[in-house]
């Protein structure tokens, strides 16, 4: 077990140092000169060689990239050619809102697909398990995007009951939750339908199995297998909603621009439209280490619930 | 050794030869009307992209000031016009090359590369799997969104830098299905067999190992094809995808998403089509796995 996580855990360090030179090619890939990726076009002189200098653009690539990699470990992210404000405090501010919606969205559909899952599978063939068959197909299918500006039309257009925009900064914890309820339904939708299908096929595994021909045969309440069945499709019902969990924190992207939210995703969509290569950048490092960091943490917590898996 | 000719009394005669491996998976198929209702919306949509120029109306970007947004079903315009009176009818067939081109040609360009690594750092293992495999593994340090949204917004807006940031999201999720299920066949018997018979690596690669890895391979792919629909339209959603005026589902649905108070039904029609387009791939990749006997 011990073996197995320290191995784990230096496997995630060459991710990490891969996914850092993605994010540090951003700025040569982007058509030009890379000192115009980095800074806004109205820069003076003296801002530009300042700019270089840190950046080290004369020197070879590998010593630029580990210059950056110095710089990033130290917490500076480079600065917004936007703003001219540290990257680093945009992502700061941005990212507790994004939280809040990768984690209200992920219990909101853990919650509905475990629900429909189970019950699909102890029905299977039945109108349940084929309307949850449906809600997972149109939940894997529908684009989040496109949900979010139905919800609006419906909910904020129509109906006028919910808010459409943003987050309502100051308006108090209720004001916050009901701007927060349409962004959280449309980004439920996606692990609503991975989870639904994911929880269904691992109870019908363990529903297959002997020992649940053998508690049915001895006669125990359908309500106690049950709780076996549950009981034993639990790790990987745990580790599908850890990944959805990881995924939404990036796939918030969209819904929060239809939403225009605070989050990260927000700031994303600024960056693209302003073409502000370095928050891009901070962005999109941030997000990438908490998934890494996140996937790590779910194969962990998983080895910890079934040891088998660090036999494998 | 006594050759058994007759069979005994209490066995069933067989009725007919048993079916060839496609010919059963055809009649399944055959027998799968989710599959099969699929397949046609995917068979009309395609047509009516390709039909574009002759089915639709009117040009695609020509406006009128004067009959902006007007609703669904206004004479003339079957389906409404957008927020610069352009038919909406005509957009939506047109819009279909668009986002038909920039969802399929990444999972293509992604089972060809793909398919090719996987297999070869399957079947060579030791240093090259490693190296190959670790690679890709970097890729997976990124949401699918972000990753595609890192290369796109890098590389700047435009068609083939979507279907190239797209291609490098989708390549690494093949690599890892071709690798895994040609470690596993390469561990059967049959491919000892071969070994042991004096055949070589390219005539065992090519008559024992694809035939049996491609199947999976195939159907993994399918099952990319709508995700790859949904991020290439949500990419021009964010302005990274195709550039205006060109009608695209993403695009359109981003222009006119500021006139939902205005006319909410018109707003919601390039939605639709992203969703019934990646429904049908969904539901006929699903049809094709059951239908071939893969479990994924």
């Known amino acids: ?312 | 050794m006594a050759v058994v000719t007759a069979l005994p009394h209490d066995a069933e005669p067989i009725a007919h030869a048993p079916m060839s491996y496609w010919r059963a998976v055809g009649w399944r198929l055959a027998r799968d009307p989710a599959t099969l209702v699929a397949g046609a919306v995917l068979v009309c949509i395609v047509l009516a992209a390709l039909l574009a120029p002759w089915l639709a109306p009117y040009d695609p970007s020509a406006g009128s000031i004067r009959l902006r947004l007007a609703p669904v079903g206004a004479p003339g315009h079957v389906l409404g016009t957008d927020e610069q009176g352009r038919d909406m009818l005509s957009r939506l067939l047109w819009g279909g090359r668009m986002t038909l081109v920039a969802g399929l040609t990444p999972v293509l360009v992604a089972l060809a590369l793909g398919t090719v690594l996987g297999v070869l750092a399957g079947y060579v293992g030791g240093l090259t799997n490693t190296l190959v495999m670790r690679t890709m593994d970097v890729f997976y340090a990124f949401p699918a969104v972000l990753l595609a949204i890192a290369i796109s917004g890098a590389l700047g807006p435009g068609l083939p830098n979507t279907l190239l940031s797209l291609s490098i999201v989708f390549v690494p999720r093949v690599v890892r299905v071709a690798e895994s299920a040609t470690v596993q066949v390469k561990g059967l018997e049959y491919i000892a067999a071969a070994r042991a018979s004096g055949s070589g690596v390219l005539p065992i690669m090519r008559h024992h190992l694809l035939a049996n890895v491609l199947g999976p391979i195939l159907v993994f792919a399918s099952t990319q094809v709508s995700l790859c629909i949904i991020l290439a339209a949500g990419l021009s959603f964010l302005g990274l995808g195709v550039t205006p005026p060109a009608a695209e589902w993403g695009l359109m649905l981003n222009t006119l998403r500021q006139s939902i108070y205005v006319n909410a039904i018109v707003p919601a029609l390039p939605g639709v089509a992203i969703f019934v387009t990646s429904m049908a791939f969904n539901l006929l990749s699903d049809g094709l796995r059951d239908a071939m006997e893969i479990r994924a």
């Not at chain 1, 010593?63 to 480079?78: E, F, H, K």
């Not at chain 1, 697909?113 to 349940?128: D, I, V, Y």
């Not at chain 1, 269904?200 to 069945?229: C, I, P």
Request: hydrophobic share 55%; glycine share 8%; charged share 15%.
């Open chain 1, 1 to 312: 077990m011990w073996t197995y996580a320290g191995r784990r855990l230096l496997l995630a360090i060459p991710t990490l140092l891969g996914a850092s030179i993605i994010v540090f090619a951003m700025v040569h890939l982007a058509p030009g000169d890379p000192i115009a990726a980095v800074m806004p076009a109205e820069s003076s002189q003296a801002e530009i060689e300042a700019t270089k200098k840190a950046y080290g653009f004369d020197k070879p690539l590998a010593v630029q990239y580990l210059v950056w990699l110095g710089r990033v470990a130290q917490g500076d992210l480079g600065r917004s050619i936007a703003t001219r404000r540290a990257v680093i405090l945009d992502v700061r501010d941005s990212l507790a809102n994004s939280l809040v919606l990768a984690l209200s969205s992920s219990l909101l559909a853990f919650g509905i697909g475990t629900a429909l899952g189970l019950l699909a599978a102890f029905r299977q063939g039945r109108w349940l398990d084929k309307a949850a068959s449906a809600i997972a197909v149109i939940g894997v299918s529908v684009p989040h995007y496109w949900a979010g500006i139905i919800l609006i039309i419906v909910f904020s257009v129509w109906l006028n009951w919910l808010p459409a925009m943003g987050a309502a900064d100051g308006g108090g914890p209720l004001a916050y939750l009901r701007h927060m309820t349409l962004p959280t339904v449309a980004l439920a939708l996606i692990p609503l339908g991975v989870i639904t299908r994911v929880v269904r096929s691992a109870a019908l595994d363990v529903l297959n199995q002997e020992f649940v021909l053998a508690l049915r045969a001895k006669g125990l309440a359908a309500r106690r297998v049950f709780t076996h069945v549950v009981k034993n499709s639990a790790p990987q019902i745990f580790t599908v909603l850890g990944l959805q969990f990881g995924f939404q924190l990036g796939g918030s992207v969209l819904v929060e621009a239809v939403f225009s939210w605070p989050g990260t995703g927000y700031l994303l969509n600024l960056a693209i439209f302003q073409r502000d290569i370095p928050v891009l950048q901070g962005v999109i490092l941030v997000l990438a280490t908490f998934f890494v960091l996140l996937n790590l943490a779910v194969d962990l917590l998983q080895t910890l619930v079934d040891p088998r898996i660090a036999r494998h």
